[in-house]
């Protein structure tokens, strides 16, 4: 009795320290399901909600299935709880890697956020990781339908991804594709972040005025 007890709390400890998964599908996903592999989420804002609400020490995983995945406000990651190695990871279902890999199975994350006044002009933010230890990796980023320029001097800027905090650490972003036109998507910066350990592995950037700010 005394080894069955002593397994079945090894049993029960290990899943207590399983990292936190979940899977968002924007073509079959709901926002009211569990977040796995069969009940997917629909939106990555729902994801992030969920995230931060979520005290456990743990790794995070949210995984995005192939299709467009279209940012309607900012979605903000602030529960700062992650360390080197219980990181947040935000990435593809099917990785560059992966034997069955195409450019069509890269996630499309597209920032159609309401404009906010910020520095030189009119700008939307889409994914904006105020915590440290995150990597985001796979995805494919456009830019915005909605932004061009007004004028000379007042620009409609948008930011797929931007972190603000000036004491965060350990931001990885891999393998992903900035992709933008002058005319039809224009994308301003690909990734604008103050802080600390800032890399930049992989990457392809494609019609960005600017890649990468740091």
């Known amino acids: 009795m005394i080894k069955y007890t002593f397994s079945f709390l090894l049993f029960v400890m290990g899943l207590s320290l ?9 073509q079959n996903g709901n926002d009211a399901n569990t977040g796995t592999k069969s009940q997917p989420l629909k939106t990555i804002l729902e994801a992030a909600k969920r995230v931060n609400a979520n005290k ?6 949210i995984i995005l299935s192939e299709g467009v995945h279209l940012l309607t406000q900012t979605v903000v990651f602030s529960n700062d709880k992650y360390t080197l190695k219980n990181r ?3 990435r593809a279902d099917v990785m560059p890697d992966d034997a069955d890999w195409t450019p069509q199975k890269m996630p499309i994350v597209v920032t159609a956020t309401p ?4 520095i030189g002009g009119q ?3 889409g994914i904006q990781p ?3 230890h995150v990597t985001i990796e796979g995805l494919r980023f456009t830019g915005s339908p909605d932004y061009s320029y007004m004028d000379g001097t007042n620009l409609r800027r948008s930011y797929p991804i931007w972190r603000d905090g000036k004491n965060l650490d350990d931001l990885l972003i891999t393998q992903c594709l ?11 910066v690909g990734v604008i972040a103050n802080g600390y350990g800032l890399v930049i592995d992989h990457c392809v950037f494609f019609n960005c005025k600017i ?3 740091f």
């Open 18 to 26: 399983q990292a936190e998964q979940l899977y968002v599908n924007p």
């Open 211 to 213: 890649p990468v700010v």
């Open 88 to 90: 947040l990871v935000i």
């Open 178 to 188: 900035f992709a933008g036109n002058a005319d039809v998507l224009p994308l301003h």
């Open 123 to 125: 700008e939307a933010r």
């Open 56 to 61: 456990e020490q743990e790794a995070t995983t």
């Open 115 to 118: 404009l906010e006044s910020g």
């Open 130 to 132: 105020e915590v440290s």
